[in-house]
Nanobody, 124 residues
Framework: DVQLQASGGGLVQPGGSLRLSCAAS????????ISWFRQAPGKEREGVSF??????FYADSVKGRFTISRDNAKNTVYLQMNSLKPEDTAVYYC???????????????????WGQGTLVTVSS
């Protein structure tokens, strides 16, 4: 079965850090673009970051604070989140795109498999 398993969420104080993991099974992450999206309460889901064949993209709101990476040996994509803010509070999802124009990495219609989400809460 093709699956994505997101984990690593939790409660963290403002200014703190978390690392999210997206473990893939049933396919090789090297063959796909992988993104992190998030959905805050009462808001639409938005793209956070994307990685594929060495290309990385970030939403303006997280540039300089979040870093996306992947470990091909573990078939896992990570999202290192530093300097967290209350507005980063959301459910974070990872998703797979078979192919897409890089400029459209935020377009959710290109993604065919989604993880179950992991909740990140930034609060004092």
């Amino acid at each position: 079965d093709v699956q994505l398993q997101a984990s690593g969420g939790g409660l963290v104080q403002p200014g703190g850090s978390l690392r999210l993991s997206c473990a893939a099974s049933g396919f090789d992450i090297d063959d796909y673009g992988i993104s992190w999206f998030r959905q805050a309460p009462g808001k639409e889901r938005e793209g956070v970051s994307f990685i594929n064949v060495g290309r990385k993209f970030y939403a303006d709101s997280v540039k300089g604070r979040f870093t996306i990476s992947r470990d091909n040996a573990k078939n896992t994509v990570y999202l290192q989140m530093n300097s967290l803010k209350p507005e980063d509070t959301a459910v974070y999802y990872c998703a797979r795109a078979p192919r897409l124009p890089f400029s459209l990495w935020r377009a959710q219609t290109y993604y065919d498999t989604w993880g179950q989400g992991t909740l990140v809460t930034v609060s004092s």
